[in-house]
Nanobody, 123 residues
Framework: QGQFVESGGGLVQPGGSLRLSCEAS????????IGWFRQVPGKGRQAISC????????YYGDSVKGRFTMGRDNAKNTVHLQIDSLRPDDPAVYHC????????????????WGQGTQVTVSS
């Protein structure tokens, strides 16, 4: 069973940027759908991205398009999430997750995920 270690979260001022990293172990990242979602306590998960192995395309949730950029490093078996122009509604725990599913360009869900990294936005 795969494991994930997310890092890179922290406190950022509005308008700032963060780069989150996810180190995977127990499986090879290039051979699995993998992506990110975020969750605020008491609220549901919000899909951010999913890199599909079917077409090697990165799909993004509608609410995050334009400010979030996902990348993958096959040699290091890691993925990252670049977040720019952070806004007051971005604070959440950000999780790296595998086995995400995409139908019609929409991210439907995730299979397993790590403990996440906290992102806080405050001036």
């Amino acid at each position: 069973q795969g494991q994930f270690v997310e890092s890179g979260g922290g406190l950022v001022q509005p308008g700032g940027s963060l780069r989150l990293s996810c180190e995977a172990s127990g499986f090879r990242v290039p051979y699995h759908n993998i992506g990110w979602f975020r969750q605020v306590p008491g609220k549901g998960r919000q899909a951010i991205s999913c890199l599909s192995t079917l077409d090697d395309h990165i799909y993004y949730g509608d609410s995050v398009k334009g400010r979030f950029t996902m990348g993958r490093d096959n040699a290091k078996n890691t993925v990252h999430l670049q977040i720019d122009s952070l806004r007051p509604d971005d604070p959440a725990v950000y999780h790296c997750a595998t086995d995400c599913s995409v139908v019609g360009g929409r991210i439907l869900g995730f299979g397993s995920w790590g403990q996440g990294t906290q992102v806080t936005v405050s001036s």
